[in-house]
């Protein structure tokens, strides 16, 4: 009597990987159902908001010296906000699973602490230059 494979045996032959071995097999559940601890959550959104806080700086120097005003400062820090999300994800390798809940969480952690930054330094730049 021979034994059909089951279908996720059947998937890795397909895909050119060998057959799972009952060690692999164990190691691949755990690590699929992984949970991030608190406190390395925590550390983790810390770094981003960190980050955030010191793109916004950056960018609020720019964009007031660089004299934007209106709609264009804001889509400004929309899009150095967006390089600075793609830049943590070329830290991570893309692999955002083992530090955060969601990928989302890479993209939107602390943009609205960072604008508020943001329209600080760049108020104060732009002043700084154009104004006195």
Known sequence: HVQQPSKKEADREMEGQPPATAESDEFSQKSQGAQISGEALMSNNRSIYTCRVVSAILSGCVCGILGYTGLAGFVFYFLFSLLTS???????????????????????????????????????????????
């Open 86 to 132: 793609l830049f943590i994800m070329i830290g991570i390798g893309f692999d955002w699973k083992p530090y955060f809940p969601r990928a989302l969480s890479v993209w939107t952690e602390g943009i609205s602490h960072g604008l508020m930054t943001y329209v600080l330094f760049w108020t104060i730049f732009y002043d700084i230059v154009y104004v006195y």
